[in-house]
């Protein structure tokens, strides 16, 4: 099995698991890579959480203070009873860690008066995170400013010895960074999850109407499934696409809530097609996927880019080939400008797979006549590689472009 087509099984995993409410898109958090050939049995063993909601907080063991809310904070190491606080992990190298920044700093400006501290914790020494603060940047309303402005209202961190990371975040099994773990009234671990999804709990905390209990079996719930979703994603990445297909089996075996199901069942049709395992059953699932899209311009070119990108490797994807083109054509003329291109540079994609080399330069050509500046560069070349495939010389013989693919991720 290609790794290119198992990159975009997990990419097709991912998104179906955020579309369903329960995780995160892949750029929405900056995860950690497992290795395809990692044996899973021995991967969940040794990822056993051992920090979990309700369990006590451990100690922070910090070594570098960097900001202190602007002296309103001072360091901490054990936590406060009737104080909450949020320890959050990032990293400079983290667009969206940098990019959940401007909220943190809301929060903390709201809450601080109400005995709420957040601290932001790296693991990178301290000199790359202090020159990380003097880069400038610009607010929401375009306002020159500095990241060390940007932060100045709560505790920002760097551990390099990573004894807060082994701490937290290993000990919870968490993959991805930003990640937050807030710390309530009683020193206990209530919530975890991304930093721009914590304002109601931070809220429910503070004000004592939060359900730990209640959460704690949702997290649960969510961890189970992603311990699962690791262990196919392994599978599936050392070419075991039936061992795969079997595990979502057992799922579906058990009693499941209605959304649960629906969700295994999507991933079973991912998998099956990432593993070229094209039957009747596939092809009119991702049919229905594309009628149930309509309207949303990017979630369907993203699974006629995700057809493109399969169908450089597998045959028998004709038929949703054809479906991805007609269901693209559909949302091309109530696209804003900016959509528009990406929808036709898509399409173009599609059809060349399909082999419908004029339509592919048509809208090909669309796309580039719809562009400017360093897009409609990137799009001519496309372009070019089309004309030239249609019209080649002795010495050129072009491979397809990928390029959809990645803007489509």
Known sequence: MAKRNFRFFLICTFSAVAAAGSFLLPDTRTAIAVAADAEPEAEAEATADTLTIGSPAPDLDIEHWVQDGNGFFKPVTKFEKGKVYVVEFWATWCGPCIASMPHLAELQNKYRESDVQVVSVS????????EFLERETETAEGEKTTFKEVTSAYC?????????????????????????????????????????????????????????????????????????????????????????????????????PDELRERWSTIRQQVKLSGGLIDAELIEFFKNELKSKKGDAISV???????????????????????????????????????????LDTLAHVHDANGNLDAAIEAQQKAVDGSEGRTQQRLSRFLKELEEKKNPTKDEEKEPSEEAASDAE
Do not use: C
């Open 123 to 130: 693991d990178e020494p301290l000199e790359t995170v202090t």
């Open 301 to 343: 070119a993203r699974i006629g880019s995700m057809m493109y990108q399969i169908s450089r490797e597998q045959k028998g994807l004709e038929d949703l080939l054809t479906a991805s083109a007609v269901a693209i054509e559909g949302e091309v003329d109530a696209a804003e400008s900016d959509v528009k291109a990406f929808l």
């Open 156 to 256: 920002l961190t760097t551990d390099p010895d990573t004894s807060v990371n082994v701490a937290y975040m290993r000990a919870s099994n968490q993959r991805g960074i930003p990640t937050a773990f807030l710390v309530g009234k009683e020193g206990l671990i209530e919530w975890i999850g991304h930093p721009m999804k914590m304002d109601e709990p931070i809220e429910q905390i503070v004000n004592d109407t939060w359900n730990r209990d209640e959460f704690a079996k949702e997290y649960n719930a969510e961890r189970q499934f992603e311990q699962v979703i690791e262990k196919i994603s392994q599978l599936a990445g050392a070419g075991k696409f039936q061992d795969a297909i079997e595990v979502i089996d057992e799922q579906l075996a058990t009693e499941l």
